[in-house]
């Protein structure tokens, strides 16, 4: 295997369970998605199958568990691509190597990133470790040796990997480190912006991305996919949340939902302040206390009595909605459509994904009704019933990537 593919082969616990965590999302072109969000998302650029997009899934996770060679997953690749008949473009083996030397690195670099923030209390230093040869890009060695702390906003953008096939890594360093390695913190080397034409399905697009950094790569994996350590985590739910969006995100017929007979009736209002009643009403509508519903494509949702919780906890919420909890199950297991959004926290850093599921049923000649509920990774977060009739675009909830129906 060529030097510059290390495989990172059985890479640390964290960046496995990373990568097999993400979503896998369909999409056109690599500007479908950008930057944080692949921290959530498993993409292969021009993947709309999901039967593709798993065996794929399968193939580079095996690698990362396993310490696949280079020489391994293309026999996987080719596999996979004479199986499902893909047509791609690119040569096979340029292909087959930035699939997985890209997802080996970032994932690697994401585990590393967690393991660094456990431990920066006693060792608060990054160094920045180039390749120093002829192959590493300049700005990269220009970066070579630069001593900053952890959360220095330096590493927000500059963390490896930079760039495709960038072999860059970072040393973390306590004070004895630097004291007996003869290192001083460093002045913030420039960071600059440059304009990058890409290339997308729906035409070309300027975008401003750090100098020295490849179009896509400016930001910093392991943060995305795991916070700036547990304090910002905790603040988190704080806010604020950023929405993602790429320079290349594809845009949707937003044309009226289908409309369709509900599986199950509205029951009745719940006396306000009857918080046995409540709880009995929920429990009727989803069977139990606690359920794991699976939507069209296997995503499962834990839905409980949290949703009680929430109007329990304030009066004001008790406005009758739980007349319509008997629908609660259908808007998972058969809706119209599942959309996928990404937003960044503004004190963590992290990135989160959020599923919303969306469906229009008519209760009664002259009466329908939308569901939408959301789901926050694998937990149920939030409903909200438009008791209305359906016909309208409902742009301003169908947002995002449709994943289904595609």
Known sequence: MPPDVDPLSLAPRDAAEFLRDKL??????????????????????????????????????????????????????DDIVQRHGWSYRGGRNWRSRVILDTNLRTAY??????????????????????????????????????????????????????????????????????????LTPSETPPIGLEPWTITTPDGDRVIQVPKGIDAGFGYNVGEAGFGRGAQALALERH????????????????????????RAQPGRRVPVGDEAALRSALRAA??????????????????????????????????GREAFWPLLREVVEAPAEIWIGFARSAVSGRVALRRRYVRAVQLTRDRGLVLVADADGREWSGVTFYPTTPRGALATIRTGYRLWPR
């Open 24 to 77: 896998r999302l369909p999409t056109r072109a690599w500007t479908d998605i950008w930057e944080g969000q692949h921290a959530r998302a498993f993409v292969i650029a021009g993947a709309q199958s999901e039967a593709l997009l798993a065996d794929f899934h399968g193939a580079v996770q095996r690698a990362i568990d396993d310490g696949t060679t280079l020489g391994q997953f293309r026999a996987d690749f």
């Open 109 to 182: 670099q994401a585990g590393r990133w967690q393991r660094i923030q456990a431990v920066k209390a006693r060792r608060p230093w990054l160094r920045y470790v180039a390749v120093r040869d002829a192959r590493t890009r300049p700005e990269h060695l220009a970066w070579h040796g630069t001593v900053l702390p952890v959360d220095h906003a330096f590493w927000h953008t500059h963390y490896p990997p930079n760039g495709w096939y960038c072999r860059c890594s970072v040393q973390q360093l306590s004070d004895r480190d630097l004291e007996r390695m003869g």
């Open 239 to 262: 806010g604020p949340w950023d929405g993602l969006t790429a320079p290349g995100a594809p845009a949707y017929d937003l044309s009226a939902l289908p409309i369709e007979r509900p």
């Open 286 to 319: 989803i069977g139990g206390d606690d359920v794991v519903l699976t939507d069209p494509v296997g995503a499962r949702v834990h839905l409980g009595q949290a949703i009680a919780d929430h109007i329990l906890a304030d009066t004001t919420r008790w406005d």
